[in-house]
């Protein structure tokens, strides 16, 4: 395993939401960040973690994060952080994102507001590590000597980017992408989707999340340009999204139609093999977080399902199959990802893994 | 609303299931139709129905329905009723209901056995009442005098068809359809689906569901040859189908894309005023159950939704939202069907209703 | 029936909550009441109902209330509504529903604001519409021509008293009652429980809810005192409950454990029998929305159950079930209420009802 | 911790049920113990196990256990085994234990049918490992030379009697005990409950479950007679039991009320210290699977909730809360165990080990 020579100091934005609990759990447990400070807003602010916290995990908070006291999200107050995680709402995260980054810390933010950003990648750790490149112009933009900022993706894209990568890779551009999602209740935060409107019931409608996949899969599946300076959005894939919000706890799984450019397109054997075969970059590094396999296939018939599916590889893989011939495009498959591990905090984390290994955090 | 001369005596056939149930219900409140003789297994037969049945329709079983004794399903036993509704599991229907038809009975299926069968119309009452035309080659056929076999369609192809139906009429030949269904567990019948199965989960696989969906739909949307004796089914239309079943009780939530073959296709509103304009056959022949709108537009962004669109029209209609573009195909869409009602039994009890104006039922 | 000469108006304020919706629901369909006004709170004032209500029932809001303005909950903007029913929350009922009544307006409220009151009663229609008789002390407590206050009970000490209401008239008096509740997220309104606390959960605490179990429980089954100026709690009674919150939509199941002052105590064949043959006052009176059983016995053994059972009697009749020997205190059953329905709103319905049969509403 | 010398060869039998797999799930991971035979029905032997099982666990199978070959649950078949863990349904479960106890086999069981055995002692191990003492007598009554049978209770039981007997060792007798259930639908085995029985709703029976609380309570809480030949049953404690089923994957949620023989009853603060400072001979003896603590108070007025705090000591703790006065008894709490674990395949697990321990198991 690849390990930084210190163990990192670790701030944490919007601490006390479900992403931020998330950032807790998973950094808690982990042998290369201590958790040095926990931000949320000023209502926050003062009390300690586990009085201001209606913690929903199902493990116990960290004894040691208990305690500590909130402080507001301002630069000032996470100076000595080495790496900051943002799991702050999007109606806030706009403003104090800039100005952490405008301090010279180093963000990674699960939030959409930089995703669409000319200069901010948008990483998915086990699919475009390559846009990290563009670091060093973000850096000279903003004159920044150590600090930068990295966006991961919408819970939904993540799970689909990482299945379409290998495909890419594999068998070239992919013309369509029609994908349907199944999507839990602890993607919406908490308190959420009240229980009076998902039980006994489906939801087929979450606001801005069908454009977020349409768009952001075209950003992270695309090339940096030449000059690494700026983003080449896939120039000619369609990607067409319907997002429904279902009674399950965690675990988005989305039914995916694609067609490939290339005639003809490759059988369900191959595309099981490009599955299978997949390695990426976060696991060639050795990063800790990453995953045995990114994509697991599952072989029975009736796989993957959320509750039985949805911790394979900690959160960090993602499960697919019934890989089978579309009547329309050319195959069909099911996938299957952690909403809030791989899905958000776990991919802030991996990311900053990967930052480490690639010299962009100073160790 | 066009009455029968006279009640109709009514034989129903794996009556303590599920779609029996069903049946019971809809037939008990029914004033066409009454209810002359159960039918079930040689396990329940002699028993009394409420005996026999672990009922599970929220309302209570009709009084006079409680003390009836069940009967074995042979077709001697059952000679004196005008219509026979068939709830069989298929495992046994296909020999018991062809018994019936060999007895000159009157038979509406909800069995899958003969849906493919040449000379069998598959009909869901608010899109092709056409097909009755073939019943008198069907007569001739099997020598029958009064007696003819009916089966409505699979569930989730019901819903898709009422909603294709308008946009075939309005809009020209649909060149393709994927389709992506969320499914009730009601319509596994009972026990059917195991709650530790389905609780906090989604199972993205239903047997035999997705190749059900690709074909019925062909036959339902095409034609009676000029003969009427036999089936064209829609020559250029794909359909992609993939089947989950989901935590909801009741209704069956699909999300369509579709593309036409004719250029440019219809806009969303165009779309949306070809649903809100649908009169299917079985409303203008003023049947008792036909709903006062095959097609309800939901315009909610959220909409439909299983627990508070399902019984729309007494889940007799099917309840559409959220018709946009698709990036991949022309357009898209979700509909909701009640699987219970038009979905099963609704369709078998409307069916009945359409033969009896069509003169088909001697009353 | 019982049927006043006119059709009297009708107020609704908190007309956007969950008992404010079903308020709407249930009036709209009622042939004594016609819903003429309603007020919510001042964010919703102006707009039009359907546009201010995030509406929650399965039935479709009746078309004449969809476009109804909401007014401010002032009394004056109510003047000449016949009768008012609250669904208000607690933090703003008090000093609406004392403006009101000062008023002298007719004010029917589910609000726990003045349950506890000396002079206001709190009736569960069929268990106790004997306290009716203390409105004319507060008309003149209050220097009032025609106006009054009643309050109808918490949701699940009204599916309790209901069932304890004929053992006390047929056993004599109850010495301890031990009551688990399993209770339904509709209870706790809108947006209410978050589904993240709730799914595949039970929260095994309802705040205020077991005093409130504790205290009403003695207010309802005892007396006013002989010159109908105050009440007499029932001075010999421990009730001790245990409220639960579970994942069912509506319907609130108990777990009761009784013991009687009386030896021997009465067996459970003359419990069901004394629950069988109880007919309340509002039944006698021919109240419309009386139920045509106030207590329905099950003798399923497992039964009542919140998704069968709830519906019965249109929800304002209580079932019960298992009645059998306690090895602790006497005898042990289960009760179901519709907590929506005789739990809140209906039991505001029909006490009015019952008010106007006593003359206590000009008609 | 207390570890056997080496590693002790495991049979299970009913390996492919829903408690066989906890087991497998359990001794996977287990240091002292490895599977070395698996048994099931004679339609199952022969198969491979992930072949013969439709695994329901969230944790995959273990490599090594997944291609073992079923065999029939044949004494002579797994006579190299040094301890048998029976997860087999009641049914069959009689004559198969008795047989491989006659064997000279040791046998833990999890099935009910020599739990009222007049020398078969019935252990929760953090409870009762006293009972252990009985098995001399055990084995000369049915001259063995190693072998014995040793049952755990029943899984609601289990939760009660962890929590009743730090009460009965610092308070003295209990003379009665009110307990209501909320029990997980695991409880009830796979296929077990269908979802449309418990989707939205109560079930508020399980057959035969009272019967076994009221009466296993008395027995894991009483003594061996001096002789250690048989058990005195509690003489003087009584206990009324109310089992509903919830729509709850795993976790027996529990609402106690108790009332002790002793004036004046301790306080709730007493009964808090009791708990909180309870511990078992299960944890003095170091055994492995022995939790932390036998009994975890939760502080928090709403806990405990089985989503959050069923694994609470890897399922071993039952976590009590809520503790307070009662109006009717003198003391009431809640309390929650993980019914799979410390509630089946975990009970006959630690009670292995603590046999090991107590030398009763040749290492």
Chains 1, 2, 3, 4 share one sequence.
């Not at 800790?288 to 893989?317: C, H, L, M, T």
């Not at 952690?338 to 990967?354: C, D, F, P």
Request: neutral net charge; contains cysteine; aromatic residues 6%.
């Amino acid at each position: 395993m690849n390990s930084p020579k210190r163990v990192l100091k670790a701030g944490i934005l919007g601490a006390t939401g479900t992403v931020g609990q998330r950032f807790i759990l998973l950094l808690s447990a982990h042998p290369h960040f201590t958790i040095h400070s926990v931000g949320a807003s000023s209502r926050s602010a003062g009390k300690s973690y586990c009085q201001a916290t209606k913690w929903r995990m199902t493990s116990p908070i960290a004894a040691d994060v208990k305690d500590m006291i909130i402080k507001e999200c301002k630069p000032e107050l996470f100076e000595d952080c080495d790496v900051i995680f943002s799991g702050l709402d999007s109606d806030v995260a706009g403003d104090i994102e800039m100005a952490f980054l405008k301090s010279d810390l180093v963000v990674f933010s699960n939030a959409k507001n930089y995703r669409r950003d000319s200069i901010v990648p948008l990483i998915v750790p086990t699919v475009n590590p390559s846009h990290f490149n563009i670091i060093s112009h973000q850096r000279s933009s903003h004159s920044l000597n150590k600090g930068f900022l990295v966006t991961n993706a919408n819970c939904s894209t993540t799970g689909l980017v990482v299945a379409l990568k290998p495909l890419q890779d594999s068998f070239g551009p992919i013309e369509s992408v029609i994908v349907h999602t199944m999507q839990a209740v602890s993607g919406a935060g908490y308190p959420g989707v009240a229980s009076l409107d998902i039980f006994d019931n489906i939801v087929p409608y979450i606001s801005g999340e069908e454009e977020k996949m349409e768009y952001e899969t075209l950003k992270i599946l695309g090339d940096l340009n030449q000059e690494a300076t700026g983003f080449q959005l896939l120039p000619s894939t369609s990607v067409s999204a319907s997002c429904n919000r279902v009674p399950v706890i965690d675990g988005h799984t989305e039914c995916v139609s694609i067609k490939f450019k290339n005639r003809p397109p490759p059988s369900p054997e191959q595309i099981i093999q490009a599955f299978d075969s997949y390695i990426s970059e976060a696991q060639q590094m050795g990063c800790y977080s990453a995953p045995e396999k990114a994509i697991i296939v599952q072989s029975e018939q009736d796989r993957p399902q959320p509750r039985f599916d949805r911790d394979n590889g900690n959160g960090y893989s993602v499960t697919v199959g019934r890989v089978r011939k579309c009547n329309v495009l050319d195959i069909k498959f099911i996938l299957l990802v952690h909403n809030t591990v791989l899905g958000a905090a776990g991919s802030g984390i991996l990311n900053a893994e990967i930052a480490v290994v690639k010299g962009l955090i100073k160790v």
